[in-house]
């Protein structure tokens, strides 16, 4: 069993900048491929990014791609993401995810955390 707590949330202006953590505990996060989804109040819930399990491999969504970064440190069961240049439309809850491999279906992901909310102001 995986416990994924995320922190970092928060409200920011426009333009601004945020940087989202998700601590693993139970189990290694080096098992899994990491990521994190959002949604929006009124919205389903969306994918924005996941990275492999060494931390080579990344894929984004094409909303935040060159605005976002994920990375993590193994060794310190820590996955993050980056937010710069954010905009008002990414105000959402943001969930940390583990996973077999970096998918796409809600289905196939084996772990959530509980998420932390990110407001952006226009």
């Known amino acids: 069993q995986v416990q994924l707590v995320e922190s970092g949330g928060g409200w920011v202006q426009a333009g601004g900048s945020l940087r989202l953590s998700c601590a693993a505990s139970?189990?290694?996060?080096?098992?899994?491929?990491m990521g994190w989804f959002r949604q929006a109040p009124g919205k389903e819930r969306e994918f924005v990014a996941w990275?492999?399990?060494?931390?080579?491999?990344?894929n984004y969504a094409g909303s935040v791609k060159g605005r976002f970064t994920i990375s993590r440190e193994n060794a310190k069961d820590t996955v993050y993401l980056q937010m710069n240049s954010l905009k008002p439309e990414d105000t959402a809850i943001y969930y940390c995810?583990?996973?077999?491999?970096?998918?796409?279906?809600?289905?196939?992901?084996?772990?959530w955390g509980q998420g932390t909310q990110v407001t952006v102001s226009s």
């Open positions: 990275i492999g399990r060494s931390g080579v491999v990344s």
């Open positions: 995810t583990a996973a077999q491999n970096m998918v796409l279906s809600e289905r196939e992901i084996d772990y």
């Open positions: 139970g189990r290694t996060l080096r098992d899994y491929a």
